[in-house]
């Protein structure tokens, strides 16, 4: 009996430890000392129903703060709603939400930056017209207690808006490098409903024609900066963005057709890796190296603690330059750059034919071209901090350059970019997995502005395996379809060739 009661006295107290976590981490806080709530708890709240507001309802809270995003005065918000971003007082950057407040007429008496104190007693939290929206509220709810107050602004991909369209609902967003799909003849111009595609996916730029802007004739490319908001349920989701004005359009080319991109790499072969690395690329288009040469570069950063002073060109056992000059490729044929053994495995694997290489250099005793990289007997990272690699046009290149094609992988650390002044670090093109601006702010290099850590590809390939980059490129224009992943494929001494050149590598596309 003893046992037996100690038993359940024991599973009493598990329970009772589970239950209590489980109120933690599952419900949002009680808010009866500040009386205000964030929109990230304020969201948890809602069910799916509408839900009257009061202090009984929501945890205690009577108020909510945050700054106006919308904008009136170029007439293309959504008709009464003023949308409000807040974070959590003293929480992180993932806190960071929105939602919308419709005040009918009295909407456009709020300007971008204003910080208001709203009082919900008596509103109801529900979903019109597909928005999540606080309605009933009066006028004199809302205090204005500030202006020009600084706007944080996100970047997201249309992929990432619809698989959380919580987090982004009703804030401002940029979308970057996305292109009108059907590409514009040169006389459309914004009023209506436009599709745009980021090569993640697509949102409906959604213009009001009596906006302001209605009428002025849009360009093919470049970023959009906007209110998001998420109509529809399951696979009919679907992202409204409005821009605010016409300024919130900045016109980015988008990059001409890269005559190569990079596919895939082999960053720790079977056996010695000196010698044995080597990089994937997949032609778009023919190729003869004599007549158009290209530089690749590979960067490695483990150890390092200096910034790369200049860039790609840093050398030493930061950068190792291969110079591409000649050759032929055809349009989708895979070529490779690396070490001198043009094997697909190491030493004693199966050799890759000699006609796909387009550079091979023994990295263990020759120095880089033009005296960029030490020799080493470790050409691409496969542990520690981030690592990169690029092409370039030509052969002439300096730390002002802009590469064709680029991506970093592996670890979150590593020197590799410093604001300054001056400004140092690699320089990053428009990709799949970059942008040279964020809206209208420059950001060339990678570790700059929306360039971060979470745009490599995380983490290393595992040991005796490809990394396999699956993606699929515009051949014809230029640009992404669907972006690249890194997948690891394990490799034999036996494995054949296909098995880096088929099933989940980057491929092309008429388009």
């Known amino acids: 009996m003893k046992n037996t009661f100690k038993y359940f006295l024991a599973l009493g107290l598990i329970i009772g430890f589970y239950t209590s976590c489980k109120r933690e981490s599952d419900y949002p806080y009680k808010f009866s000392e500040s009386g205000f709530i964030s929109n990230f708890?304020?969201?948890?709240?809602?069910?799916?129903?509408?839900?009257?507001?009061?202090?009984?309802?929501?945890?205690?809270?009577t108020s909510i703060r945050g700054?106006?995003?919308?904008?009136?005065?170029?007439?293309?918000?959504?008709?009464?709603?003023?949308?409000?971003?807040?974070?959590?007082?003293?929480?992180?950057?993932?806190?960071?939400?929105?939602?919308?407040?419709?005040?009918?007429?009295?909407?456009?008496?709020?300007?971008?930056?204003?910080?208001?104190?709203?009082?919900?007693?008596?509103?109801?939290?529900?979903?019109a017209d597909g928005i999540l929206q606080i309605t009933g509220l009066p006028l004199s709810?809302?205090?204005?207690?500030?202006?020009?107050?600084?706007?944080?602004?996100?970047?997201?991909?249309?992929?990432?808006?619809?698989?959380?369209?919580?987090?982004?609902?009703?804030?401002?967003?940029?979308?970057?490098?996305?292109v009108y799909d059907p590409e514009p003849a040169s006389d459309v111009v914004y009023s209506g409903d436009k599709i745009v595609n980021d090569g993640f996916g697509v949102a409906t730029l959604r213009t009001s024609s009596t906006a302001s802007f209605a009428n002025t004739a849009i360009q093919p490319s470049g970023n959009f900066t906007g209110i998001v908001y998420v109509t529809g349920n399951g696979n009919s989701k679907r992202i409204e963005y409005r821009?605010?004005?016409?300024?919130?359009?900045f016109y980015v080319a988008m990059p001409k057709l890269s005559p190569a991109i990079i596919s895939g790499f082999h960053v720790d072969p079977n056996g010695t890796d000196g010698n044995y690395e080597y990089i994937q690329f997949l032609a778009t288009k023919d190729i003869d190296f004599s007549a158009t040469p290209f530089s690749v570069y590979t960067n490695n950063n483990a150890g390092a603690t200096a910034f790369p002073t200049l860039g790609w060109?840093?050398?030493?056992?930061?950068?190792?330059?291969?110079?591409?000059?000649?050759?032929?490729?055809?349009?989708?044929?895979?070529?490779?750059?690396?070490?001198?053994g043009q094997r697909i495995n190491g030493s004693a694997s199966t050799v890759i034919p000699a006609s796909k290489w387009i550079a091979s250099v023994n990295y263990t005793i020759v120095p880089g071209a033009n005296g960029i990289g030490d020799v080493t007997g470790n050409l691409l990272a496969n542990s520690g901090n981030v690592a990169g690699i690029a092409i370039f046009e030509g052969t002439n290149v300096t730390?002002?350059?802009?590469?064709?094609?680029?991506?970093?992988?592996?670890?979150?650390?590593?020197s590799y970019y410093t604001a300054g002044p001056p400004e140092y670090g690699f320089r990053i093109t428009i990709?799949?997995?970059?942008?040279?601006?964020?809206?209208?702010?420059?950001?060339?290099?990678?570790?700059?502005?929306?360039?971060?850590?979470?745009?490599?590809?995380?983490?290393?390939?595992?040991a005796v395996s490809f990394a396999k980059?699956?993606?699929?490129?515009?051949?014809?224009?230029?640009?992404?379809?669907?972006a690249r992943t890194m997948i690891s494929v394990p490799l034999t001494n036996t494995s054949l060739l296909s098995a880096i050149e088929t099933g989940g590598v980057t491929t092309l596309i008429d388009k």
Do not use: C
Not at 41 to 61: E, F, Q, T, V
Not at 317 to 337: A, E, P
């Open 243 to 249: 821009m605010r004005t016409v300024n919130d359009f």
């Open 141 to 178: 709810a809302v205090t204005k207690v500030a202006s020009n107050r600084i706007i944080k602004l996100q970047a997201a991909s249309t992929s990432a808006i619809l698989a959380n369209p919580d987090r982004y609902e009703s804030t401002l967003v940029a979308i970057n490098n996305a």
């Open 41 to 61: 708890d304020l969201r948890r709240y809602y069910k799916g129903s509408d839900l009257p507001l009061n202090a009984d309802a929501i945890g205690g809270a």
């Open 431 to 462: 990709t799949d997995k970059f942008s040279t601006y964020a809206g209208t702010a420059a950001q060339e290099y990678y570790g700059k502005g929306t360039n971060g850590n979470d745009k490599r590809f995380t983490g290393f390939p595992t």
């Open 67 to 127: 700054v106006v995003v919308s904008d009136f005065r170029s007439g293309n918000s959504v008709t009464g709603l003023i949308a409000l971003q807040n974070s959590r007082i003293n929480g992180n950057a993932d806190s960071l939400r929105g939602i919308s407040f419709n005040l009918g007429t009295a909407a456009s008496n709020f300007i971008p930056g204003d910080s208001l104190h709203i009082k919900l007693e008596g509103g109801i939290l529900k979903r």
């Open 313 to 340: 060109n840093t050398g030493a056992l930061r950068t190792y330059k291969f110079n591409l000059t000649s050759g032929t490729v055809k349009k989708g044929d895979f070529f490779y750059v690396g070490g001198a």
């Open 399 to 414: 730390p002002s350059s802009i590469p064709l094609d680029v991506i970093f992988y592996g670890g979150p650390n590593g």
């Open 469 to 482: 980059l699956g993606g699929v490129y515009k051949g014809t224009k230029g640009g992404w379809e669907s």
